[in-house]
Every structure is written in C-alpha cells, then in structure tokens.
C-alpha cells in the first residue's frame, strides 16, 4: 500500500498548466504540513510548495510564487497543486511529502511517495 496516493502529471507546453494531487491519509506520521518537492536529472532537490494543513498557512520557492497555488481540502484528505505559466525548467519529477516544525516554510520534506513527471515543452 503506498503511504501517499498521488494523481496529475503529464506534458504541456510552455504557458500551459497542470494539476497534481496527493493523499497522504495511508501515512501513519503527522501530516501537519504537505507539499511538493521536485528534481530533474543531474539536479538536487528542490523544495516547490508546502501548506500547514490545519492553519492553511503556504509556503513557496521564489522560482514558483505567483505562478503555482497550493491548497486543501480537507474532506477529501487531498492536498492540491496548481500550476499555471509553466516553464521549461519546471520540467522535472515531482513528488508529495511531508515536512515538520519549522522545515515546512523551508520546503524540506522528511518522507515523500512516487513521484509524478512534469514535462513543460517550449
């Protein structure tokens, strides 16, 4: 049984958007904070988005404010990722994690799932 359910994905081009979910509810630790995180090959990781799942507070890497929303709902136990005005160098492997304490803010998740590919073509 996989500890996050994720969903979205897939190849647009340049401006276009796409959608990812994710629901950690097979995690048995704390999910106070769930976000996104993303690596292209021959790069480290990159902390995308988080969101304080009881406060709904949001937290964002420069290179994606404006352009990308996290949100929740929290009947359906899923965490969302919008994107919008994707760019290439969006393209990469995105994966839903979990963060704690002040790591949410710092986009640096502790236990992730999968992953998802995002290809954003110019």
């Known amino acids: 049984q996989e500890k996050f359910v994720q969903f979205g994905g897939g190849s647009v081009q340049a401006g276009g958007s796409l959608r990812l979910s994710c629901a950690p509810s097979?995690?048995?630790?704390?999910?106070?904070?769930v976000g996104w995180f993303r690596q292209a090959p021959g790069n480290s990781r990159e902390g995308v988005a988080a969101?304080?799942?009881?406060?709904?507070?949001?937290y964002y890497a420069d290179s994606v404010k404006g352009r990308f929303t996290v949100s929740q709902d929290s009947a359906k136990n899923t965490v969302y990722l919008a994107m919008n005005n994707l760019k290439p160098e969006d393209t990469a492997m995105y994966f839903c994690?979990?963060?704690?304490?002040?790591?949410?803010?710092?986009?640096?998740?502790?236990?992730w799932g999968k992953g998802t590919q995002v290809t954003v073509s110019s």
């Open positions: 994690g979990v963060a704690a304490g002040s790591f949410c803010p710092k986009l640096d998740f502790h236990d």
């Open positions: 097979t995690y048995t630790g704390s999910r106070d904070c």
């Open positions: 969101i304080d799942t009881s406060g709904e507070n949001t």
